[in-house]
């Protein structure tokens, strides 16, 4: 496997955003970006300025692939997104493609990396659960049950907030992040 950057040519383009697609599919049906067309916009809009698009090749197969985003000066970046195609997932390509990102974060002056994700499979204890008030509370208890959730704390990323009820009620966005540089 290699990591490379993703360079505006035709067929990577699009063989990046059948990954996207794929990868955030639910039980066989569409997820965030539901049309091809809509997964390559959200490709495009990687190669921009202020912008880091990286992509994990087996040959010439794309399989996997990450985006980074200048946030806060380019002091703190944010993880956009990361998608591993089904058939390569805890094979080690998501971890690749995190650490490449991590290394040209740190290497541009970046300190820290945050990211969100949801738990729409319920793989901690607050999934389904009011959370209100006491947010910081629930999220201080939280338990982690698995997948992406287990993923990101695996690889040194702390949960640092939530957005609760962001999609419906007990349907929340976790907050992770990790410093780069000590």
């Known amino acids: ?34 049309t091809h067309p809509e997964a390559e916009e959200e490709v495009r809009e990687s190669l921009a300025d202020g912008r880091l698009s990286l992509i994990a090749l087996e040959g010439e197969a794309v ?13 703190t970046w944010e993880l956009h997104p990361l998608a591993v195609h089904p058939d390569w997932q805890r094979r080690g390509v998501g ?17 820290n990396i945050w990211l969100t994700t949801d738990d729409d499979i319920g793989a901690t204890t607050i999934a389904g659960r009011d959370i209100y008030p006491r947010v910081l509370e629930h999220l201080a208890s939280m338990e982690d049950r698995g997948s992406r959730i287990s993923f990101y704390l695996d690889i040194g990323y702390t949960v640092t907030g939530c957005i609760p009820d962001a999609y419906a009620p007990g ?11 000590v």
């Not at 985006?67 to 002091?75: E, L, Q």
């Not at 290394?103 to 002056?109: L, P, S």
């Open 1 to 34: 496997m290699q990591i490379r950057d993703l360079v505006d040519t035709g067929s990577l383009v699009s063989d990046t955003a059948q990954i996207l697609s794929i990868a955030f599919m639910t039980d066989g049906q569409p997820g965030a970006w539901g």
């Open 63 to 75: 399989i996997g692939w990450v985006g980074g985003i200048r946030r806060y000066g380019g002091y």
């Open 171 to 181: 349907h929340h966005e976790l907050v992770f992040c990790k410093r780069l540089v």
């Open 95 to 111: 971890r690749a493609l995190v650490a490449a990102l991590e290394e040209r974060v740190a290497a541009a002056g970046g300190r």
